[in-house]
């Protein structure tokens, strides 16, 4: 198992914030999208682009690419933020997110941006794209294939019961290269996730239908990256990872506040969140 250096935690944690920076000025130029999810899956985003990925930015359509499904389309601000971080379109194009003509809607768009695996918005149905992804890789290349299926979920859209037939399904092809994240923020859009559709004991419930399953820090640079890490080295079963996050991290207006799961920061308040997100950046700074 490798474990990262403390310059590679530095450069990751500085790359996060980056993009919570990013997001920042994405919504509150659009003046739409949806807030508290984005920040919250900056930390997860980040080491998947950045340290985990098999891909490559310059050639988004590499035959051997892994596969990243993000059926949470909403939370598409924190996923454009990445891949601007990874080199797939320059960081101006990000301040056109959801006007008219942009390659960045306010669901990703398979057609409109290379890089983009599915067009994602009715919640619930990445889990079964990334299954027949899966399925028809094993189907061509049997078990010489070397790639891996990544599927980045909310714990909202678990009220789906197309989520739960896709993770049946996954673990009775025992499709090993399936790598899942839940975003286990505790809200939706209407209120708390535990008020609306309780859904512990959550890695129970996985495990019992044959997923090695394991709860993470969604903040910890090191423990996300391990998680996926021992994840790759899986053989036998798909991998669930439940990413414990804080909606709206890194901005404490935001923090915690299921109100901000569809809202976005006036011009005073996207101000603010940028002057709390150059503090961390001093913070990140001081302890390097």
Same mark, same amino acid.
């Given at each position: 198992m490798s474990t990262l250096t403390e310059k590679e935690i530095y450069e990751l944690e500085k790359s996060a914030n980056r993009i919570r920076k990013h997001i920042i000025r994405m919504l509150t130029e659009a003046r739409s999208g949806h807030t508290a999810g984005s920040l919250g899956m900056a930390d997860v985003f980040t080491v998947l682009y950045l340290k985990v990925l098999n891909h490559r930015p310059n050639e988004p359509l590499w035959e051997k690419r892994d596969r990243v499904v993000l059926s949470n389309g909403h939370i598409c601000p924190v996923l454009y933020a990445t891949m601007t971080e990874a080199g797939y379109f320059p960081e101006e194009e990000l301040m056109t997110l959801r006007k008219l003509g942009s390659r960045l809607q306010g669901h990703p768009h398979r057609e409109h941006l290379p890089g983009i695996e599915t067009t994602s918005g009715p919640l619930g149905c990445g889990l079964s794209q990334i299954?027949?992804?899966?399925?028809?890789?094993?189907? +061509?290349?049997?078990?010489?294939?070397?790639?891996?299926?990544?599927?980045?979920?909310?714990?909202?859209?678990? +009220?789906?019961?197309?989520?739960?037939?896709?993770g049946m399904l996954v673990a009775k092809e025992r499709l090993a290269n399936v790598i899942a994240v839940v975003d286990r923020n505790n809200i939706q859009i209407d209120g708390f996730t535990q008020d609306i559709m309780p859904l512990e004991p959550l890695k129970e419930k996985w495990e019992s239908w044959g997923w090695s399953t394991v709860e993470i820090d969604g903040h910890d640079i090191g423990h996300i990256t391990e998680a996926f890490m021992r994840a790759k080295l899986e053989k036998e079963k798909p991998s669930m990872i439940i990413a414990k996050t804080i909606p709206g991290k890194g901005v404490s207006e935001f923090e915690g506040k299921y109100e901000w799961h569809g809202k976005v920061p006036d011009e005073e308040q996207g101000k603010k969140a940028l002057e709390e997100l150059d503090g961390i950046d001093e913070e990140i700074e001081r302890g390097k």
């Amino acid at each position: 198992m490798s474990t990262l250096t403390e310059k590679e935690i530095y450069e990751l944690e500085k790359s996060a914030n980056r993009i919570r920076k990013h997001i920042i000025r994405m919504l509150t130029e659009a003046r739409s999208g949806h807030t508290a999810g984005s920040l919250g899956m900056a930390d997860v985003f980040t080491v998947l682009y950045l340290k985990v990925l098999n891909h490559r930015p310059n050639e988004p359509l590499w035959e051997k690419r892994d596969r990243v499904v993000l059926s949470n389309g909403h939370i598409c601000p924190v996923l454009y933020a990445t891949m601007t971080e990874a080199g797939y379109f320059p960081e101006e194009e990000l301040m056109t997110l959801r006007k008219l003509g942009s390659r960045l809607q306010g669901h990703p768009h398979r057609e409109h941006l290379p890089g983009i695996e599915t067009t994602s918005g009715p919640l619930g149905c990445g889990l079964s794209q990334i299954a027949g992804m899966a399925i028809a890789d094993r189907m +061509n290349h049997g078990d010489s294939s070397e790639r891996y299926f990544y599927c980045l979920l909310s714990d909202g859209e678990l +009220n789906s019961g197309n989520i739960w037939e896709a993770g049946m399904l996954v673990a009775k092809e025992r499709l090993a290269n399936v790598i899942a994240v839940v975003d286990r923020n505790n809200i939706q859009i209407d209120g708390f996730t535990q008020d609306i559709m309780p859904l512990e004991p959550l890695k129970e419930k996985w495990e019992s239908w044959g997923w090695s399953t394991v709860e993470i820090d969604g903040h910890d640079i090191g423990h996300i990256t391990e998680a996926f890490m021992r994840a790759k080295l899986e053989k036998e079963k798909p991998s669930m990872i439940i990413a414990k996050t804080i909606p709206g991290k890194g901005v404490s207006e935001f923090e915690g506040k299921y109100e901000w799961h569809g809202k976005v920061p006036d011009e005073e308040q996207g101000k603010k969140a940028l002057e709390e997100l150059d503090g961390i950046d001093e913070e990140i700074e001081r302890g390097k």
